[in-house]
T-cell receptor, first 108, second 114 residues
Framework: TQLLEQSPQFLSIQEGENLTVYCNSSSVFSSLQWYRQEPGEGPVLLVTVVTGGEVKKLKRLTFQFGDARKDSSLHITAAQPGDTGLYLCAGDNNDMRFGAGTRLTVKP | EAEVAQSPRYKITEKSQAVAFWCDPISGHATLYWYRQILGQGPELLVQFQDESVVDDSQLPKDRFSAERLKGVDSTLKIQPAELGDSAMYLC????????????FGPGTRLTVL
């Protein structure tokens, strides 16, 4: 059983569409990280959110940390084929526990 | 740019054999993690070190898995004997210290048990 639940598990969209993926938990975290992972590679950090209610933007990606620091969302605007990958969230309370990930496919 | 090094990148072995994976974290990083990632799932924490001490190994199957970080620098994860269900990507990660700094991942070791 994953400590963090990510949804949807799979998402396939056309280039130019917007999307949101979610990361939910019943636990409170000191911080939460979002990673993207390509096949056969290790995860690469996208962002760390620390404060409840925090919003961070990274080009077309917008990350939000829930007020209670239990959940987070990732919104991608005008998705591109290069955004294809596995998006993972990880809650940090000294240990780093991951969700199962959302596998995103953006079709040209 | 400093990176977490892992070797080998790929390992194929037969069940009941012993396998070992090596990780060299970024210099100066006190915290080291070993994860197992089964295809289609997120990484599962196996063991966490702070310097040479184990902080958390509650998810490590201790009947067949062992991990050490004798000098608080590089680390080895061993499986003996390997089982078919151990086929997975084994990821090593490091950070400066607990709850501080970015967590950097290595490229992983892809293990196939036949």
């Amino acid at each position: 059983t994953q400590l963090l639940e990510q949804s949807p598990q799979f998402l396939s969209i056309q280039e130019g569409e917007n999307l949101t993926v979610y990361c939910n938990s019943s636990s409170v975290f000191s911080s939460l990280q979002w990673y993207r992972q390509e096949p056969g590679e290790g995860p690469v950090l996208l962002v760390t959110v620390v404060t409840g209610g925090e919003v961070k933007k990274l080009k077309r990606l917008t990350f939000q940390f829930g007020d209670a620091r239990k959940d987070s969302s990732l919104h991608i605007t005008a998705a591109q084929p290069g955004d294809t990958g596995l998006y993972l969230c990880a809650g940090d309370n000294n240990d780093m526990r991951f969700g199962a990930g959302t596998r995103l496919t953006v079709k040209p | 740019e400093a990176e977490v090094a892992q070797s080998p990148r790929y390992k194929i072995t037969e069940k009941s054999q012993a396998v070992a994976f090596w990780c060299d974290p970024i210099s100066g990083h006190a915290t080291l993690y070993w994860y197992r990632q089964i295809l289609g799932q997120g990484p599962e924490l196996l063991v966490q070190f702070q310097d040479e001490s184990v902080v958390d190994d509650s998810q490590l199957p201790k009947d067949r898995f062992s991990a050490e970080r004798l000098k608080g620098v590089d680390s080895t994860l061993k499986i003996q004997p390997a089982e078919l269900g151990d086929s997975a990507m084994y990821l090593c990660a490091s950070r400066k210290t607990l709850l501080a700094g970015v967590v950097y991942f290595g490229p992983g070791t892809r293990l196939t048990v036949l």
